[in-house]
């Protein structure tokens, strides 16, 4: 297994554009999570998936904010209309079990609003 | 709920000296507690995890922590530092019983002085 991997590593993008990053865990895991982390700050949490389920979002995730895992593998997380506060690395992890075993990080993509 | 605190956002030892960074963690309940390496445009690595059992985690590259619970700590120890060390360290907390993510700490920033 090669890890977590996201898609693209980095995203240069104009304010009010749309853009989706891709994310594939680790084939075993059935949950995969999103964070954003900012310069200078640690990771914080957006939104997690047991399988295909969502089943957690941060108040971080405004309505511009979507994220899907429509099959159980890959995620997709999509931001609407960005904004210059939207540029930080974006990045996913997956796990068997949260709270045992860790997470798995992919390298994240870093997102550049200007 | 849980969080950690970081004290100290910049650490500086020399090559072969003692590394301790230092983390406090928050929880209502037993914590599982984790320290996480994220190298320059990389995500983020798992060092070692205390998840109940032996207080003393050993880790990859030579890293250990003690999980002190009177002192509420989790610091991360390595006993001579190494060029290759040079990295930010992340703290992170979860209550453990299945909650769906983990808390970072704000990250202490490595710097090995040859």
């Known amino acids: 297994d090669t890890g977590v991997s996201q898609d693209p590593r980095h995203k240069i993008t104009k304010r009010g554009q749309n853009v989706t990053f891709r994310c594939d865990p680790i084939s075993e895991h059935n949950r995969l999570y999103w964070y954003r982390q900012t310069l200078g700050q640690g990771p914080e949490f957006l939104t997690y998936?047991?399988?295909?389920?969502?089943?957690?979002k941060s108040r971080l995730l405004s309505d511009r904010f979507s994220a899907e895992r429509p099959k159980g593998s890959f995620s997709t997380l999509e931001i609407q209309r960005t904004e210059q506060g939207d540029s930080a690395m974006y990045l996913c992890?997956?796990?068997?079990?949260?709270?045992?075993?860790?997470?798995?990080f992919g390298s994240g993509t870093r997102l550049t609003v200007v | 709920a849980q969080s950690v605190t970081q004290l100290g956002s910049h650490v500086s030892v020399s090559e072969g000296a003692l590394v301790l960074l230092r983390c406090n963690y928050s929880?209502?309940?037993?914590?599982?507690l984790f320290w996480y390496v994220q190298y320059p445009n990389q995500g983020l690595q798992l060092l070692l995890k205390?998840?109940?059992?032996?207080?003393l985690v050993k880790g990859i590259n030579g890293f250990e922590a003690e999980f002190k619970k009177s002192e509420t700590s989790f610091h991360l120890t390595k006993p001579s530092a190494h060029m290759s060390d040079a990295a930010e360290y992340f703290c992170a907390v979860s209550d453990g019983t299945g909650a769906n993510n983990l808390f970072f700490g704000t990250g202490t920033r490595l710097t090995v002085i040859p």
């Open positions: 992890a997956s796990s068997l079990k949260q709270g045992v075993d860790g997470y798995t």
């Open positions: 998936f047991q399988n295909e389920a969502q089943l957690e």
């Open positions: 929880s209502s309940v037993p914590p599982y």
């Open positions: 205390y998840t109940s059992a032996a207080t």
